[in-house]
Each structure stands twice: as C-alpha cells, then as structure tokens.
Nanobody, 120 residues
Framework: QVQLVESGGGLVQAGGSLKLTCAAS????????MGWYRQAPGKQRELVAG???????NYADSVKGRFTISRDNAKNMVYLQMNNLKLEDTAVYYC??????????????WGQGTQVTVSS
C-alpha cells in the first residue's frame, strides 16, 4: 500500500558528506513522523534523526551538529544530510514513516535500507 525508497548511500572517506533521500509513495492520506534509523553489523537498529509533520526535529547525540534531517511534505520525501562522517557512522540506513492511509488506517512503514560506508 505504501512504499519507502531510499537512495544516496555509498562509500565516502572520513570527513566527507553524503545526502540520503527517502521517497514515500502509495495510498497516502498524510504522513506523521518520519525518521532515519541505522543498523551497524552486530548492533541494534537505532534512531539517528526524526522530524514531525510540523518540522520539529530530534537527533541522536552521536550525530548532533553533523547530520541534518529535513522533509518536503508536498513531495512526501525526507532527507538526511550527513557531514563530517566518521568511521562509526558506517551502517545500513533505514527510512521510517508513520503514514495515515487513504483508508484512514495508521501504519508504520520502513524502507529497504541503503548502505553507508565510511573509510579511513
């Protein structure tokens, strides 16, 4: 019913930048909170950054000052600008959205993930 498709991952040197993009499509009435999570090998998935429909944001302490989350409500898209990347930022990054469907049901939707690898 709803799909999230991430793009923008890749290999980057430490200190570099990447911008992730997530596009939502399907039977969408509205989107509430959107966020980016990440999961490194052997670790649990963790919240990186979130943004409400009104634009309020929150960040993991480890990325504050380096990452910026933003969204375009008209396009049903969310972005994650990642600057000054560190080796420990290496992970699969997932987009998540809380979506109100056309049917008015509320669902949590996850993207398929995009790999971010930071090299020294």
């Amino acid at each position: 019913q709803v799909q999230l498709v991430e793009s923008g991952g890749g290999l980057v040197q430490a200190g570099g930048s990447l911008k992730l993009t997530c596009a939502a499509s399907g039977s969408i009435f509205s989107i509430n909170d959107m966020g980016w999570y990440r999961q490194a090998p052997g670790k649990q998935r963790e919240l990186v950054a979130g943004v409400t429909s009104g634009g309020s944001t929150n960040y993991a302490d480890s990325v504050k000052g380096r990452f910026t989350i933003s969204r375009d409500n008209a396009k049903n898209m969310v972005y994650l600008q990642m600057n000054n990347l560190k080796l420990e930022d290496t992970a699969v990054y997932y987009c998540k959205a809380i979506v109100r469907l056309v049917s008015r049901s509320l669902v949590n939707v996850w993207g398929q993930g995009t790999q971010v690898t930071v090299s020294s």
